[in-house]
Nanobody, 123 residues
Framework: QVQLVESGGGLVQAGGSLRLSCAAS????????MGWFRQAPGKEREFVAT????????YYADSVKGRFTISRDNAKNTVYLQMNSLKPEDTAVYYC????????????????WGQGTQVTVSS
C-alpha cells in the first residue's frame, strides 16, 4: 500500500506557473505508474497527465499538452507536475494517483489517491 500527499497548490494569475509535488510513502514507489487528475467545481474528475514507472514515457490531456510537464524522482518517492502558462480554466483540485503496473488515462485503474491540492488561476 502507498500513501500519497500532494503539495504546491495555490493562487496564481493567468499566465503564471506552479509546480505540484506528490510525495509517496513506502519503498515500492518505482513499481507504480503515476498520474495527475483534476476536478473543477461542478465537473467530473478528469485526466491530466501520467508517467510510466521509470519515467521515460508520458501522456497528457490535449488541454494541457505543451503547458504541463509530469516528471518523477524515484529516489525521492515523488512525482511532479510543472504547470506553465496557466489559464483560469485550469482551476481545480489536483489529485495524484498510483497505478499498480503502468501509466493510464483511466482513473478507474488507479489504486491509490492523494487528498488533493487546490489550484486557483485568476484572470
Amino acid at each position: 500500500q502507498v500513501q500519497l500527499v500532494e503539495s504546491g497548490g495555490g493562487l496564481v494569475q493567468a499566465g503564471g506557473s506552479l509546480r505540484l509535488s506528490c510525495a509517496a510513502s513506502g519503498r515500492t514507489f518505482s513499481t507504480y505508474g503515476m498520474g495527475w487528475f483534476r476536478q473543477a467545481p461542478g465537473k467530473e474528475r478528469e485526466f491530466v497527465a501520467t508517467i510510466t514507472r521509470t519515467g521515460p514515457t508520458t501522456y497528457y490531456a490535449d488541454s494541457v499538452k505543451g503547458r504541463f510537464t509530469i516528471s518523477r524522482d524515484n529516489a525521492k518517492n515523488t512525482v511532479y507536475l510543472q504547470m506553465n502558462s496557466l489559464k483560469p480554466e485550469d482551476t481545480a483540485v489536483y489529485y495524484c494517483a498510483a497505478h499498480l503496473w503502468g501509466a493510464s488515462m483511466n482513473e478507474k485503474q488507479y489504486a491509490y489517491w492523494g487528498q488533493g491540492t487546490q489550484v486557483t488561476v485568476s484572470s
